[in-house]
């Protein structure tokens, strides 16, 4: 059995000359950010759920950073958040830098897409506000009210998409493949421009998470849209897409592609920030949750509120993802993500 270390023991086996070569390591760490200013990257176009949140996120993160740092947020959209993610892969690990991607390209890296040159695992992972409800959104327009309707629509509905490895393709393509009658439209570079054009009646619906329509509530309020199916029970009589449409079969599969509801919106840095700035913006990020005006600007932008997850929880997370993604579970993803 091994010994319990007790903290008496452990101070003597460490002695004053110990504790004195700790002390200045983490001053050094708590006085890093004094001064400094730090890059928020989002992956997404202004305008969006991820950009409205990210914003939030990185406004009041910083108040609970010692030495409270300036902060910079910058946009680098492309590739449903991989061409964010490839970048602070590649960025130093001074700890300067952090990101919100998206919701889903640490999928990317977990199935080893085309042009994605991060493993997920190695990332930093400093917080999420919390896990999220995915929903189909269709036009009132079209006439569909409900599932049922849509499963016997005599049109084809379209949905607009953003990286065909992401939910908003690959869910609309996996009810496409159980005979539903719908088209995927690609070619979106952000959540933003997907809205636009369903208000325009470019495209008939988008399967989202929920808080992309942080800033377009209208679009609910005046019913120029309607939820048809979610990824949780948390909307009263909407089908929820696991236990009422998707066969025991392709369950596997589907909870790989629906992982990103778990995490929601992860905060990251680059991979290998020293340790003791690691922990400084994790115990910043868990602070910034439980404020009281953090939590009043999240809930304006729908983020989650209540229930954030830390970051070594994250970092556990992609692990087991990453784990569970066998060989024929990604040759399944692979096929979707092709689908046509």
């Not at 939030?56 to 010692?66: D, E, G, M, S, T």
Request: glycine content about 10%.
């Amino acid at each position: 059995m091994r010994a319990r270390l007790s903290r008496r023991s452990f101070l003597s086996g460490i002695g004053i000359g110990g504790l004195a070569a700790l002390r200045p390591s983490r001053a050094a760490a708590a006085d890093f950010y004094q001064g400094k200013t730090l890059t928020m990257i989002v992956g997404f176009a202004p305008g969006g759920g991820v950009d409205s949140q990210a914003r939030i996120i990185a406004r009041h993160l910083v108040r609970f950073i010692p030495g409270q740092p300036a902060i910079v947020v910058q946009n680098m959209e492309g590739a449903a958040g991989a061409v964010a993610a490839n970048y602070i892969n590649r960025v130093g690990p001074e700890g300067l830098v952090v990101s919100t991607p998206g919701r889903s390209w640490f999928l990317d890296g977990v199935i080893k897409g085309a042009s994605i040159g991060f493993d997920p695992t190695k990332f930093t992972y400093i917080g999420s506000a919390g896990g999220s409800n995915s929903v189909l959104y269709l036009r009132t327009a079209t006439g569909i009210a409900s599932l049922d309707d849509l499963k016997s629509a005599r049109r084809t509905v379209t949905c607009g998409s953003l990286a065909s490895t992401t939910p908003t393709a690959m869910v609309p393509q996996m009810l496409a493949a159980l005979g539903m009658p719908v088209k995927v439209v690609l070619g979106y570079v952000s959540t933003a421009r997907v809205l636009v054009a369903l208000e325009q009646g470019e495209v008939d619906g988008m399967f989202t998470v929920a808080d992309s329509f942080a800033r377009r509530q209208d679009l609910i309020a005046n019913r120029v849209i309607a939820p048809i199916l979610q990824s949780k029970p948390a909307l009263p009589g909407v089908p929820v897409l696991r236990d009422d449409v998707i066969p025991a079969s392709q369950r596997g599969l589907l909870d790989l592609v629906m992982c990103t509801d778990s995490f929601g919106l992860p905060l990251v840095a680059p991979p290998g920030i020293p340790v003791e700035r690691r922990e400084i913006l994790r115990k910043a990020f868990v602070a910034m949750t439980a404020d009281k005006d953090y939590q009043a600007d999240g809930a304006k932008a729908d983020l989650p509120v209540g229930a954030p997850i830390e970051g070594a929880e994250l970092a556990a997370m992609i692990d087991a993802i990453a784990a569970s993604a066998t060989p024929e579970i990604v040759a399944a993803y692979r096929r979707l993500a092709s689908a046509k």
